[in-house]
């Protein structure tokens, strides 16, 4: 069975794409980080984030979000 991609907007149930990043190194370790942008109503901020395959919901800072505009209550 293949994994899939459901997107809930449009009920997409296009495969799931493989990506491949390379680690790369920070504080003297190898870590798989990646380049994401968040987007705010207006405009976007660029954050460098660890990959977590495993993790249950992701965290920034808060300038982050002030960076991209969103307003947090």
Sequence with gaps: MDIVARDELFN??????????PYQM??????PLCDIFLIGRNQRARQRVLIDSGAVVSIFAERAAEDAGIALP
């Design 26 to 31: 920070r504080d003297g370790y190898l870590l």
């Design 12 to 21: 997409d149930p296009r495969p799931m794409a493989n990506l491949v990043l």
